[in-house]
């Protein structure tokens, strides 16, 4: 089966933004369960949710600019047997209403699937830390469609983070999806690369890049950062010997963080930790952006060789 | 229940709460006390509920969002049959299922978890929300919240957000005592005009004693009348109610009774039961 897309190493690759996968998964998950219902704070078009607006009036309920209130509806929603997903931007939702999710959503174990768009390099890694949440971040569109699909069917709550900008499209629709595991979309037995989100794309280009100097990557996609498939992971890093890790947002509590833990109880190992390094982000292009904060996949490359050395 | 049973049942709540107090050793006393007779009218009277059968579909929520005050709720619930009587004296010690704060896994019929302030009344309004769009017509959700908690932001959001949706399954209760941890709530942070705040927020208000049943029960009916608004019952409390030295100071906001306090508490409480009913004669 071809995981991947096979214009992925082209120039013309296709582009979409990862939310908008999400904005498609939600409808889909609409159609599925009619009690599904989705809720925004003031950003409905960007975060994607018009499609669910439009097909499913009764069941869009639009909270306004107000976060807290956006989660804590939605933790009275699920109560009473709905399934709610509330988005916004990250950098307010979770960023804003942390402590809300953490005692009405995980103590209070509500089913609430939390959206949030525009994570970008700004925003940082704040819901790992929390009891009965899970991380995912999608690495494409298809696989952010996937995602939300699969949530909508699975209780609990979860936090979906989705970037603004075109993504190129790493998988395909046949790519396998499973909420909790990590996929190996590249083998090789020098280096383990493992990312999330856009950086996938990007550690995917640097791994072709090694090859041609004879460096041979193991690429994985860990679009599920918590709970964290330890299994796929130590499989990988037992064999190759050698990690990186690769996220847009803070490496420090984020991917990188996690698997720092990970490797330091079970397998001690050199890692180097591509991500925003004790930085927030700032204006211009995000091509530009990537570049300044070393998060392409030349830099990735020059990463990989010098711990490799 | 009648007036009289009512009164002599929200007295032995109160002194169930001083005896869970001073067992656990720490709490809060000031507002369950002034709680103990919304609770027992709503326990007793106003609330559609089977403590038998704590999760029964169709019951009415009470959403309780100060969750500080949860002795009071815990008290209610032994003596309307959740649990037993005794389990009260386990409030806030290891492997107690009657946490500090509420947790809703814990114990069935909280409802759901609370402790930090201003989320408890979105939450009801959520549940508000989702019974609508079932058309579901036949419960109510109730929502307790403390004056002090309307310094958070939340509370004001959730105000709009009942208000824009019509959500008149929605009542919620004020425990209008005047006081939180730092002093009185109107040299801590202003709240007046409560009254006006609420109604400009598009909700209609019902003031009343909260230490009178047959006012807390009416509010509570006439609430269920009111179309297409949810409805704001300001009850006017004593902090401390029904212990002398407790009654109005904010300094027992957040503390329990040591046993000698407890002791002359107690006192007090049994010497106010027993002139109840003369009280009703």
């Known amino acids: ?38 809720l925004c704070a003031d ?23 107000a976060e807290q209130n956006l989660v804590t509806v939605a933790a009275g929603m699920s109560l009473a047997g709905k399934i709610p997903f509330v988005s916004s931007y990250a950098a307010f939702s979770p960023g804003r209403n942390w402590e809300q999710i953490r005692t009405t959503i995980c103590i209070n174990e509500a089913n609430v699937k939390i959206a949030g768009s525009h994570a970008g390099v ?67 037995a020098d280096l383990t690369m493992i990312a999330c989100g856009p950086m996938v794309y990007q550690m995917l280009v640097a791994a072709e890049k090694l090859s041609a100097d004879g460096i041979e990557a193991e690429v994985i996609n860990c679009a599920t950062v918590k ?38 109880e079970h397998e001690p190992l050199a890692l180097a930790r591509v991500g925003m390094q004790d930085h927030f982000g700032e204006s211009g292009d995000p091509n530009e952006l990537l570049e300044h904060f070393k998060l392409t996949a030349p830099h990735i490359a020059a990463r990989a060789r010098k711990l490799l050395k | 229940m009648t007036t009289e049973e009512l009164a002599k049942m929200a ?42 059968n704590p999760d029964w579909p169709e019951r009415d929520r009470l959403i309780l969002s100060n969750g500080h005050i949860v002795p009071v709720r815990y008290a209610t619930m032994a ?19 009657l946490q500090g704060h509420p947790e809703r896994l814990r114990l069935p019929g909280l409802e759901t978890t609370s402790g930090p302030l201003g989320s408890g009344l979105s939450q009801a309004a959520g549940i508000a929300k989702a019974w609508q769009i079932d058309g579901i017509k036949n419960r109510r959700v109730y929502c307790l919240i403390s004056d002090g908690e309307q310094d958070e932001g939340n509370t004001w959001e959730a105000a709009m957000f009942a208000a824009k949706y019509k959500l008149a399954n929605l009542t919620a209760i004020t425990d209008r005592n005047n006081i939180q941890i730092d002093g009185p709530t109107e040299q801590v942070m202003p709240l007046e005009d409560l009254r006006a705040k609420w109604e400009a927020f598009g909700w209609h208000v019902i003031e009343i004693d909260g230490h009178n049943f047959t006012q807390i029960i009416d509010a509570c009916n006439f609430a269920r009348t009111i179309e297409n608004k949810p409805v704001m019952i300001i009850a006017h409390t004593i902090p401390g109610k029904g212990v002398d030295f407790m009654e109005y100071d904010f300094h027992w906001h957040g503390k329990p009774p040591n046993p000698e306090q407890a002791k002359e508490a107690l006192r007090e409480l049994r010497t106010l039961g027993g002139r109840i009913r003369s009280e009703h004669q």
């Open chain 1, 1 to 38: 089966m071809n995981l991947l897309n096979p214009k992925l190493y082209k120039k013309d690759v296709e582009q979409e933004p990862i939310r908008a996968g999400f904005g498609r998964g939600l409808v889909a998950a609409g159609r599925n369960n009619n009690q599904v219902v989705a």
């Open chain 1, 227 to 264: 709970p964290l498939d330890h299994a796929t992971i130590l499989a990988s890093v037992r064999k190759t010997r050698a990690v990186m890790t690769a996220e847009e947002a803070q490496a420090a509590g984020g991917l990188g963080g996690a698997i720092a833990e990970l490797l330091g």
């Open chain 1, 122 to 188: 700004s925003v940082g890694p704040v819901m790992r830390v929390l009891p009965n949440m899970r991380v995912i971040v999608p690495c494409d569109s298809i696989e952010a469609e996937k995602a939300t699909v699969a949530l909508a069917a699975s209780e609990g709550a979860a936090y979906i983070r989705l970037a603004r900008e075109k993504t190129p499209v790493v998988t395909t629709s046949d790519t396998p999806f499973t909420l909790g595991k990590a996929q190996v979309l590249r083998e090789g």
């Open chain 2, 79 to 97: 003596r309307a049959g959740y649990f037993p009587v005794q389990e009260l004296m386990t409030l806030r010690k290891f492997g107690s299922r």
């Open chain 2, 11 to 52: 007295n032995t709540i109160r002194q169930d709460i001083i005896k869970m107090l001073v067992e656990a050793g720490s709490g809060h006393s000031a507002g369950p006390l002034g709680m103990a007779d919304v609770f027992t009218a709503m326990y007793f009277v106003v609330l559609k509920h089977d403590p038998k």
């Open chain 1, 43 to 65: 950003l409905t078009e960007s975060t994607h949710m018009e499609d669910f607006a439009k097909e499913f009036p009764e069941r869009f309920i639009e909270i306004g600019v």
